[in-house]
């Protein structure tokens, strides 16, 4: 009896291992197709400084350009396709690369940047099938409040005699640039 049961197990064995090998490699996690990464995390909140912005595809090399769709939350990016100046399209390079500058607002916080792009998939026969969009959330930049690069004291009067013992009133201004 122990004969019996051996073989429909065998047969199952081998039936699993075939199916198993027959299925398609699983996905690619979404983090390992777009990286986003940045030259500076901390970019002053002036309204001028900017952070040059790489998103990075993994694609074969030498496939043609995809355009990659770059979205702020805060700051405006240069060629921005948008009436607010916060979304721009990008072609990749050859190494499926899609660079952007970003120029910081003056509100200081957090920026939430997201990168998206679409692959049109050809089926096996040659025909088109219905695009895949891909999309990656990123809030590792951050906008803050810069230090001034100078201080200046005015007084008014001109002179401050720090001598003298009679009292005088002194307005001081502090000036940042």
């Given at each position: 009896m122990k004969h019996?049961?051996?073989?429909?197990?065998?047969?199952?064995?081998?039936?699993?291992v075939f199916v198993c090998s027959?299925?398609?490699?699983?996905?690619?996690?979404?983090q390992d197709l777009i990286k986003i990464t940045f030259d500076n995390k901390l970019?002053?909140?002036?309204?001028?400084?900017?952070?040059?912005?790489?998103?990075?595809?993994?694609?074969?090399?030498g496939k043609k350009p995809i355009k990659v769709t770059l979205s702020t939350t805060k700051g405006t990016l240069l060629n921005a396709t948008d009436e607010k100046k916060q979304t721009a399209?990008?072609?990749?390079?050859?190494?499926?690369?899609?660079?952007?500058?970003?120029?910081?607002?003056?509100?200081?916080?957090v920026v939430k940047l997201t990168a998206e792009f679409e692959i049109k998939p050809i089926s096996p026969s040659g025909e088109s099938l219905e695009a895949i969009r891909y999309r990656q959330v990123s809030?590792?930049?951050?906008?803050?409040?810069?230090?001034?690069?100078s201080?200046?004291?005015?007084?008014?009067?001109?002179?401050?005699?720090?001598?003298?013992?009679a009292t005088s009133d002194t307005t001081l201004k502090l000036k940042t640039y």
């Open positions: 019996v049961y051996s073989i429909p197990i065998l047969i199952l064995l081998f039936v699993s027959c299925v398609p490699n699983p996905p690619t996690p979404l970019v002053p909140a002036d309204g001028l400084s900017e952070a040059k912005i790489t998103v990075q595809l993994k694609v074969p090399k399209e990008v072609l990749t390079d050859s190494d499926g690369s899609a660079y952007f500058t970003l120029i910081s607002s003056t509100d200081p916080g809030e590792l930049l951050v906008f803050v409040l810069s230090c001034p690069t201080i200046r004291m005015e007084a008014d009067p001109g002179v401050v005699d720090i001598a003298a013992t």
